[in-house]
């Protein structure tokens, strides 16, 4: 460069998208959002009604409540439904959060890896407990076991 | 005969003129300031019928001719003079300072998310990289017309209200999506798109859906209303943003 002369910037780099993603996957994400909401509204509030209300309400929870429920079925893919949709829901949710929050792509990276983490331990963890559940646990004091355990 | 003006300036009187002023956020990486943004404040008379862009020429004019800005029409068309006023998005050559209570300081900043290069002159080259990025030009297909392309006066009021954005980014820089990292595509793209999509005219509306169904695309509104809060023109823009969400719905399934 001649003496003198004032020392410019490089030409900046033209502004470009960082990659184009061009999948139904955003699409299909914010349907299931407002999908899985109206159905986890039935879910949650029928859950509380028949806990809370039903009978002697809240007082009538103790462990036999509990696993007396999840001897049937139906109880089972209730709250199965309920776990994985409030889990996907919400795991979603925090997702669109840290991509709107998050400035750092590695801030970004940590904060999804962790919440994937998360996902998965309560989503494993809750499915075993709904499935592999023992209501009748052997030498029990058989006063806290469920009606199911002595027919 | 030369033309005589019948009433002098005195009548200039009449409009109720006051003291106004305006806290300007200067950057300017050659001052001694150098790459820190520093707030200047200027007091100036102004009348009541003066505007921000008013105000912003009396200073640059008469009190410290570096302050720099953008205007060029300044009646409210060309979309140039967009700045935060008072926290808010405003053109300003559309804000009379008597409708900003001038009784305070005014603030006057660059509008936020795009990088300032001086004082309130902000690179808009990202916001205009969207903008061509949906292809803002009518696609057609088949064989052209021998002539007119012939439309109703209801598929032209399908889609007249997004034909209104002067591309003045007070809308894009207004949303809060847009100020994190600037790779959302932004409301002034999607309403420009929009416009487009819904023109019985134009065969490109696949294109742009594929373009806008991207992973910075319509999806990343969060329907906060900013935009249509910020738009000059009265765009309704988070309306359009979910019109165009509701084509790629309807597209899906």
Known sequence: MAAGTPDLAAPREAYRRKKSTRTNYELYGWVFMRASGVVLLVLIFGHLFVNLMVGDGVHAIDFAFVGGKWTSPFWQVWDLLMLWLA????????????????????????????????????VVAGTLVIFTFSPCPVGADPSLLPSVCFS | MTATLENPATEVGTVPSFEVTLRVRRYSPESEHGEESTWDEFTVTAHGTDRVLDALHKIKWEHDGSLTFRRSCAHGVCGSDAMRINGRNRLACKTLLKDVNPDKPITVEPIKGL???????????????????????????????????????????????????????????????????????????????????????????????????????????????????????????????????????????
């Not at chain 1, 970004?108 to 994937?116: F, I, N, P, S």
């Not at chain 2, 065969?203 to 910075?216: C, F, M, P, S, V």
């Not at chain 2, 906060?224 to 359009?240: D, H, L, Q």
């Open chain 2, 115 to 253: 990088p300032v290069i001086k004082d309130l002159v902000v690179d808009m080259e990202p916001f205009f990289a969207s903008y061509r990025e949906i292809m803002p030009f009518l696609i057609t297909s088949g064989n052209e017309p021998s002539k007119e392309r012939i439309q109703s006066a209801e598929q032209r009021e399908r889609f007249d209200d997004t034909t209104k954005c002067i591309l003045c980014a007070a809308c894009t820089s207004s949303c809060p999506v847009f100020w994190t990292d600037g790779q959302y595509f932004g409301p002034a793209a999607i309403v420009n798109a929009h416009r487009f999509i819904f023109d019985s005219r134009d065969d490109g509306a696949t294109q742009r859906l594929e373009i806008l169904n991207d992973k910075e695309g319509v999806w990343r509104c969060r329907t906060t209303f900013n935009c249509t809060e910020a738009c000059p023109r009265g765009i309704e823009i988070t309306k359009a943003i979910q019109e165009v969400k509701r084509a790629m719905i309807r597209r899906a399934f």
């Open chain 1, 87 to 122: 889990m996907i829901h919400g795991t979603n949710g925090v997702r669109t959060i840290i991509n709107d929050y998050a400035e750092r792509d590695t801030t970004r990276l940590v904060l999804k890896l962790a919440l994937y983490l998360a996902f998965t331990i309560v």
